[in-house]
């Protein structure tokens, strides 16, 4: 099946500092989606790209949209320790259903 | 609450036995999906349904996976004769059909002993 690599596949940083995080595919999508899961809960939407080149922030969470379309980037500025958590990549392909494929996560750990 | 709900959130079972997990998702949400987690592992698409049409049930890993949506609402995955490799977290989600943000809800952990 499509696959989306995301990557590192984790990460320890101090607090304070910034984090990037991508995912890159062979294929073309329609829409990226960056979930964040903290332990025994499901994943929760941080940030929807629907256009390649789109560049959407949320508070201390920066994402864009590739413009090649097939890949996406998620920065958090200024990390805290509430940022500990999984983050996934989640996209759906061009001519796809509504389906979304998703990442395999990236474990964020914040040392304060 | 306005969000997806499941229940149990915790299921244990005997190898063998049947289970049921079941999603409540956002009132007007015509889209349902299910997915499995494993242990520290992303999600596995299991099944959608939208409005409808048939369900698109290419991710069940056999035929003793099967899933229900009752009146375009409340859905039920069920699991027959689990086995151990079945034990994982079951999340639902829902969303507005072909707008794509997918609100999952607390998941389902089931444990095949």
């Known amino acids: 099946g499509q696959q989306l690599n995301q990557s590192p596949q984790s990460m320890f940083i101090q607090e304070g500092e910034d984090v990037s995080m991508n995912c890159t595919s062979s294929s073309i999508f329609n829409t990226w989606l960056w979930y964040k899961q903290d332990p025994g809960e499901g994943p929760v939407l941080l940030i929807a790209l629907y256009k390649a080149g789109e560049l959407t922030s949320n508070g201390r969470l920066t994402a864009q949209f590739g413009i090649t379309r097939k890949d996406s980037f998620l920065n958090i500025s200024a990390s805290i320790p509430s940022d500990v958590g999984i983050y996934f990549c989640?996209?759906?392909?061009?001519?796809?259903?509504?389906?979304?494929?998703f990442g395999k996560g990236m474990k964020l750990t914040v040392n304060p | 609450g306005a969000g997806v709900s499941q229940s149990p959130s915790n299921k244990v079972t005997e190898k063998g036995k049947d289970v049921e997990l079941r999603c409540d998702p956002i009132?007007?949400?015509?889209?349902l999906y299910w997915y499995r987690q494993s242990l520290g592992q992303g999600l596995e698409f299991l099944i959608y349904f939208q409005g409808n049409s048939a369900p698109d049930k290419s991710g069940l890993p056999s035929d003793r996976f099967s899933a229900e949506r009752t009146g375009g609402s409340v859905s039920t995955l069920t699991i027959q004769r689990t086995q151990q490799e079945d034990s994982a977290v079951y999340l639902c989600a829902s969303s507005l059909g072909q707008i794509n943000e997918q609100f999952f809800g607390p998941g389902t952990r089931l444990t095949v002993l």
């Open positions: 009132s007007g949400h015509t889209a």
């Open positions: 989640a996209g759906q392909l061009k001519g796809g259903s509504e389906k979304l494929v």
